[in-house]
């Protein structure tokens, strides 16, 4: 343009893309990024070369050669609110950073202004997935600070519900594993077996999830009238469509091509981390909780613990399978043997009193009202109980100073500890196989920001 006047060119300021960026304020995330003064030992750690280097780095590559791309906390094949900030030369992964806090449900502050018998209704949130190992781990610890022991029935209770959920949640990973590789059909097999699942569920507690059915002293109700009709025709349906699982998959040239030799994890890189449950004994490592630390009885019965070889996609997706097996085992010894009796302890210090005797006696509705407001003292102490869930070690630490309510609870979501090895598993690798790695992994993200 020209000025009419002066007859001189008139100057106008744009901003093109590409040439300098604007000013902009930094933020507190910020401090969360990679950042290039980083020391040493945290390179080594987001390069996945603490425990072995398995791949040929290029350490000659310069800046200019490589950029960093944000996946998530939004992209649905996160699994959940995950945020990655990937390192990339080309299409190779060179650095991986995992960044969690978006969920940040605060649960376990929340533990400490509940009763003690109020506390399932909150964990049982966190895994929503494994919503009844949840319950058990906490109960497990209610009840070892009370000094009390369940009946045989309700432990045969819990190890039926426990094992009947680990199916339902490795479906929930089959089935999203298989979809974010590109087997969409697996999607919608996985979710339709769990519902079969899940109906037997809403029989027992009443909801489909989050059920609060594992309580301290036992369990919420007695199983339903023809509930062994329902766990037969279960175990008799779900392997038929476990086998068709392995028809589409097990040799599939794409899925094979897709997952084998993708996101190794070595036996070594695997312990060093805290990995547990199937990413732990896909690569070889004979750890179990039920086996190491049995929990409610469920040593009684016999079962198997698969393991894999190369700590890959692969071995993950197979280890998975074949514990499903293994659970549907369990779960038909317990439904030949279940013990007779009660399903919650005899303890008016603990478990209310039946529903029918409220409407009949004062002094049992006082004694329910008293129990579900006030809640019930525990003795002081701490204590640390595990059991194994579907993703792994989930820990419960409770600690006790005599009052209705925990002074504080920690849960150990075998999630957090696994999301350490995303680093390692996708060092050096193929950003078409970042997808892959991370649903191999099965991550709740409930389980992680608690």
Avoid at 92 to 111: C, S
Avoid at 327 to 337: A, G, H, P, T, Y
Wanted: aromatic share 8%.
């Amino acid at each position: 343009m020209t000025d009419e006047k002066t007859k001189t060119p008139e100057t106008i300021d744009i901003w093109v893309a590409g040439t300098e960026e604007p000013q902009f304020s930094p933020t507190d995330e910020g401090a969360q990024e990679i950042g290039l003064d980083e020391s040493e030992s945290r390179l080594d750690e987001q390069f996945g070369r603490v425990v072995s280097d398995d791949y040929v780095f290029d350490e000659d590559a310069t800046d200019d050669e490589r950029m960093i791309v944000n996946m998530g906390p939004q992209h649905p094949s996160t699994h959940g609110v995950l945020r990655l900030q990937i390192e990339l030369e080309g299409e190779i992964i060179r650095r991986t950073k995992p960044i969690i806090g978006y969920l940040h449900t605060g649960m376990e502050k929340t533990a400490e202004v509940l009763t003690f018998g109020q506390g399932t209704t909150n964990v049982t949130r966190m895994d929503y997935l494994s919503p009844l190992h949840e319950e058990l781990a906490y109960s497990l610890a209610v009840e070892r600070l009370l000094d009390v022991e369940v009946p045989e029935r309700a432990s045969a209770i819990r190890v039926l519900m426990t094992e009947l959920n680990r199916v339902a949640s490795h479906l929930v990973a089959l089935a999203t594993n298989g979809m974010d590789v590109g087997a969409l059909s697996m999607m919608v097999y996985g979710f339709r077996e769990r519902e079969s699942i899940l109906s037997f569920f809403e029989k027992t507690t009443g909801l489909r999830m989050n059920h609060n059915y594992i309580r301290p002293g036992g369990v919420a109700a007695d199983l339903p009238p023809g509930w062994k009709d329902d766990v037969a025709g279960l175990l008799e349906t779900l392997p038929v469509k476990f086998e068709q699982y392995d028809d589409l998959l097990k040799e599939n040239p794409v899925w094979t091509s897709r997952t084998r030799g993708v996101g190794i994890i070595t036996a070594e890189e695997a312990t060093a981390y805290g990995i547990t449950g199937p990413a732990l004994r896909a690569s070889g490592v004979d750890w179990d909780i039920r086996k190491a630390m049995p929990y409610s009885g469920i040593d009684r019965y016999e079962f198997d613990v698969p393991l894999g070889e190369n700590g890959d996609v692969y071995d993950r997706y197979r280890v998975r399978v074949l514990e499903m097996y293994e659970s549907l085992k369990i779960v038909e010894q317990v439904m030949d043997s279940m013990p007779k009796g009660d399903y919650r302890i005899d303890d008016r210090k603990v478990t209310p009193p039946p529903r029918a005797r409220i409407d009949e006696s004062m002094e049992a509705l006082i004694h329910h009202f008293k129990l579900f407001t006030e809640g019930f003292k525990v003795p002081a102490g701490e204590t640390y109980v595990a059991v194994e869930s579907p993703r792994g070690e989930l820990g419960c630490y409770l600690v006790s100073d005599g009052n209705a309510r925990p002074y504080r609870m920690h849960m150990r979501g075998p999630s957090f500890a696994n999301l350490q090895g995303l680093p390692i598993a996708m060092a050096d690798s193929l950003m078409a196989d970042t997808i892959a790695t991370i649903a191999s992994m099965d991550p709740v993200m409930g389980d992680v920001d608690r």
